[in-house]
Antibody, heavy 121, light 112 residues
Framework: QAQLVESGGGVVQPGTSLRLSCAGS????????MHWVRQAPGKGLEWAAV????????NYGDSVKGRFTISRDNFRNTLYLQMNSLRSGDTAVYYC??????????????WGQGTMVTVSS | QSVLTQPPSVSGAPGQRVTISCTGS?????????VHWYQQLPGTAPKLLIY???NRPSGVPDRFSGSKSGTSASLAISGLQAEDEADYYC????????????FGTGTKVTVL
């Protein structure tokens, strides 16, 4: 069945960088838009970034724009989130999700288990 | 802060019906964009519950239903069960901000 598995989280200091990965399996990864959504401890969901199926379109939420970069490798069925200039406010569980089900916008129908990023000195 | 507003909490006894509102504006729900709903059980990743306003993915019980009207949407849970205790989020698209994909503020459902 379709599955997403995130990796790369950890504890980092403010101002440093981290790259998250999300491996897709059980579906044709290259045909779906992909998203990153984050959730700070005890808080709600916050959409962070989207990339189109072929990587030609990318968009970001205001809180990460200019610092985070979303990318994908369709040969490796992997989604990435490069996070630079990390701040304490970026502390969150980061989920990757598939934009899979019809509609405008498409619903996020498959989610990974999440990877925790903690930014602390 | 989110542009989609939900009540922080709702509660009901087992077997009762509860509804969760998702209030938007003319730049999101009112502009005709679809609304999706997600359920997040404690300590787990969100799960798609309702898509395109009122459609249930395979495996989601028909106790869950969605609707949309004007600038708002609603999620109804009928025959409330203990396993429904979770956080619920609506989601849509907004053209007034550069954060195009927006989630609601979230609602905690408590089964009494």
């Amino acid at each position: 069945q379709a599955q997403l598995v995130e990796s790369g989280g950890g504890v980092v200091q403010p101002g440093t960088s981290l790259r998250l990965s999300c491996a897709g399996s059980g579906f044709t990864f290259s045909t779906y838009d992909m998203h990153w959504v984050r959730q700070a401890p005890g808080k709600g969901l916050e959409w962070a970034a989207v990339i189109s199926h072929d990587g030609s379109y990318k968009n970001y939420g205001d809180s990460v724009k200019g610092r985070f970069t979303i990318s994908r490798d369709n040969f490796r069925n992997t989604l990435y989130l490069q996070m630079n200039s990390l701040r304490s406010g970026d502390t969150a569980v980061y989920y990757c999700a598939r934009g899979g089900v019809g509609g405008s916008p498409r619903a996020l129908d498959i989610w990974g288990q999440g990877t925790m990023v903690t930014v602390s000195s | 802060q989110s542009v989609l507003t939900q009540p922080p909490s709702v509660s009901g006894a087992p077997g009762q019906r509860v509804t969760i509102s998702c209030t938007g504006s003319s730049s999101n729900i009112g502009a005709g964009y679809d609304v999706h709903w997600y359920q997040q059980l404690p300590g787990t990743a969100p799960k798609l519950l309702i898509y395109v306003n009122n459609n249930r993915p395979s495996g989601v019980p028909d106790r869950f239903s969605g609707s949309k009207s004007g600038t708002s949407a609603s999620l109804a849970i009928s025959g409330l069960q203990a396993e429904d205790e979770a956080d619920y989020y609506c989601q849509s698209y907004d053209t007034s901000l550069s954060a195009l994909y927006v989630f609601g503020t979230g609602t905690k459902v408590t089964v009494l």
